[in-house]
């Protein structure tokens, strides 16, 4: 399906959704998040999709958070709406069972920011920035940045942030949590393809294991957990993958991973 505001291209099994509103540094309008939410489902169906790389056109920003123009407008039923919508989003990216990767390559705020917190991995450029603005604007976070924020990064940070407004450096970014690397801008793609590539030669259901055990888990209480981690290191004994993994190890080979 043809999206106006976001393209999809795929490399072997690694899916790019490019958020492409760059004239607008890919603020997420409601059709947007539309079109992002059902992007990703259908990366999820699809079999062939081993990994997701979330990016935004032009080199100024990821997403500079969500549209400003059109909350002008809106009533309280309206902002409850729009703010369950965002987080629906981020819900269907954590839960994916594929990794995403967030390609950071400038502005990450508001709900750009908040976008990238959901992905598995963040990747950014040392140029990029990061912040949650809505103080500024009157609001606070409403696409679940007040909770992953404090999840990542710990209340102390998640406060100063969100309650004083200001951006980051991706340096600081990666010392909070926010950002899992930070590379010079100009090796940013060969980061992100290099790690993606890694993640689409890996076995699907060892990944998706991971995945359910450490977001799920990171909910719950630990013996909760460690049931979900049980569940998924006794389901990948079910795999023909994992039957090639051991088995090439003990041959000294590279394993090639089928997803069954
Ligand atoms: C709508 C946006 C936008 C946004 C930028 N633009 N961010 N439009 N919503 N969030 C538009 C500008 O209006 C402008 O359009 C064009 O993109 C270029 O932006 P400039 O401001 O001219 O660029 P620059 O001076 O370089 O400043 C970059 C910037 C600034 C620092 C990132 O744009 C900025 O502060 N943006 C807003 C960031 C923000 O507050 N984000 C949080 C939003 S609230 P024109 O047509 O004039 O060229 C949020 C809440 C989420 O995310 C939860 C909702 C439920």
């Known amino acids: 399906m043809a999206f106006r505001n976001v393209t999809t291209s795929d490399r072997g099994a690694v899916r790019t959704l490019t958020v492409n509103r760059p004239d607008k540094l890919n603020a997420l309008n409601r059709e947007t998040i539309g079109e992002l939410t059902l992007a990703f489902r259908q990366a999820a169906q699809d079999d062939a999709v081993r990994v997701v790389v979330l990016a935004g056109a032009g080199d100024k920003a990821f997403v500079a958070g969500a549209d400003i123009s059109e909350m002008t407008a809106w009533s309280p039923t309206r902002a409850q709406a729009a703010s369950r919508a965002g987080q629906e989003l981020m819900l269907t990216i954590e839960r994916l069972g594929k990794p ?116 799920e888990g990171a909910e719950c209480a630990i013996d909760q957990g460690l049931a979900f981690e049980t569940q998924g290191f006794a389901i990948a004994f079910s795999t023909d993958d994992m039957r090639e993994g051991t088995g090439a190890f003990l041959e000294r080979r590279k394993p090639s991973f089928k997803g069954s």
């Open 100 to 215: 995403v990767l967030a390609k950071i390559q400038g502005y990450a705020l508001g709900g750009g920011m908040e976008l990238a917190m959901a992905c598995h991995l963040r990747v950014a450029s040392d140029r990029a920035k990061f912040g949650q603005p809505e103080i500024g604007l009157g609001l606070i976070p409403g696409f679940g940045g007040t909770q992953r924020l404090t999840r990542l990064a710990g209340r102390g940070a998640a406060l100063e942030l969100c309650l004083l407004g200001h951006q980051i450096d991706a340096a600081r970014a990666e010392r909070l949590g926010v950002v899992t690397r930070v590379v010079p801008a100009d090796e940013l793609d060969a980061t992100v393809d290099g790690m993606a590539d890694q993640l689409a030669a890996a076995a699907p259901l060892a990944l998706k294991g991971i995945l359910d055990a450490v977001i």
